[in-house]
């Protein structure tokens, strides 16, 4: 019973591609995220969704659009990827706030590598 | 903003305790706590929601000070399945409506030795 499944967990891809990762929830939670880890482990948010609407957008390039087809699914889509895109991607849901619990679960990451 | 972690690498032999700092200059909301292993996803360890408010799983246990905009985890008794990287996550004040991502700390590194 996988809570928050990504595929692909690998993705190696050339300079200027398009690529999409796709997530999945089987928890009923209202809000999914993005998030990128780089090299440096860094975790930062890139993307959070509640209710098919966008909640936030952290400074990220437009070239990634997060698509979100309904409440349990949300894939994040990049356009003419550039060697800085490399790292591991995250998505995550939690419950809506004030539901009592604001944890988040992770999916199991997708390690990205643009050569 | 993102918060200040300390230490930012500890190495502790088994049954020795630590304590890992999280501190922001903005309001904040809700602290939470997660352990990455090498090659996995962040795994929740526990969310503390109001100010002073202490919580503890096991032998790991957590402090946070709302007027100082700051928590601690504090580890007892490390066993090695301790090891990993420790993320502090904040949310910003409560605004209204939906639910804002965590901005994370940038890590401690904990090494538990036998």
């Known amino acids: 019973d996988t809570a928050v499944s990504q595929t692909p967990k690998y993705l190696v891809t050339q300079m200027g591609n398009d690529k999409s990762i796709k997530c999945e929830q089987n928890l009923g939670h209202d809000t999914m995220y993005w998030y990128k880890q780089d090299s440096k482990k860094f975790l930062k948010i890139m993307f959070s969704?509640?209710?098919?609407?966008?909640?936030i957008n952290e400074t990220v390039p437009n070239r990634f659009s997060p698509k979100s087809p309904d409440k349990a699914h949300l894939n994040l889509h990049i356009n003419s990827l550039e060697l800085g895109d490399s790292a591991v991607y995250f998505c995550?849901?939690?419950?809506?706030?004030?539901?009592?619990?604001?944890?988040?679960?992770f999916g199991p990451g997708t390690r990205l590598t643009v050569l | 903003q993102q918060p200040v972690q300390s230490p930012q690498a500890v190495i502790l032999r088994e049954g020795e305790d630590a304590v890992i700092n999280c501190s922001s200059s903005k309001a904040l909301y809700s602290v939470h706590w997660y352990r990455q292993k090498h090659g996995e996803a962040p795994v929740f360890l526990m969310i503390?929601?109001?100010?002073?408010e202490q919580k503890g799983h096991e032998k790991i246990s957590a402090s946070f000070n709302e007027k100082k905009q700051q928590s601690s985890l504090y580890l007892t008794a490390s066993q090695l399945s301790y090891s990993g990287t420790y993320f502090c996550?904040?949310?910003?004040?409560?605004?209204?409506?939906?639910?804002?991502?965590?901005?994370f700390g940038k890590g401690t590194h904990l090494i538990i030795q036998p």
């Open positions: 995550a849901s939690s419950p809506r706030r004030g539901s009592g619990s604001n944890e988040q679960f």
């Open positions: 996550g904040t949310e910003k004040g409560y605004s209204g409506g939906g639910a804002d991502g965590l901005t």
């Open positions: 503390l929601l109001k100010g002073g």
């Open positions: 969704y509640n209710n098919k609407e966008l909640i």
